[in-house]
Nanobody, 115 residues
Framework: QVQLVESGGGLVQPGGSLRLSCTAS????????MSWYRQAPGKQRELVAR???????NYADSVKGRFTSSRDNAKNTVYLQMNSLKPGDTAVYSC?????????WGQGTQVTVSS
């Protein structure tokens, strides 16, 4: 098993930036991939970004060029740098770990983009 703890959410104005962090309770050595998902009220959860143990990344079309995912293996932490935020980015953001054919979830952090 692995526990995931997110941080970094909050309220930001349109055009602003936030950086989310997700720290795992165990080494990334045993985790195949880490992902960020988001869910807005009344909408389905969607994949935002995914980064594999080899460093490969993929992003939802809606965030390409604005969001960047990275990982710090020494800290067992992945980051989601979010720039040029839009009101449509408002959602609960959750990180997820893929390990041993299982998926684990963090508790989520609220991101609100509003003036």
């Amino acid at each position: 098993q692995v526990q995931l703890v997110e941080s970094g959410g909050g309220l930001v104005q349109p055009g602003g930036s936030l950086r989310l962090s997700c720290t795992a309770s165990r080494s990334f050595f045993s985790i195949y991939a880490m992902s960020w998902y988001r869910q807005a009220p009344g909408k389905q959860r969607e994949l935002v970004a995914r980064i594999t143990s080899g460093g490969s990344t993929n992003y939802a079309d809606s965030v390409k060029g604005r969001f960047t995912s990275s990982r710090d293996n020494a800290k067992n932490t992945v980051y989601l740098q979010m720039n040029s935020l839009k009101p449509g980015d408002t959602a609960v953001y959750s990180c997820s770990a893929e390990m041993d054919e299982m998926r684990y979830w963090g508790q989520g952090t609220q991101v609100t983009v509003s003036s």
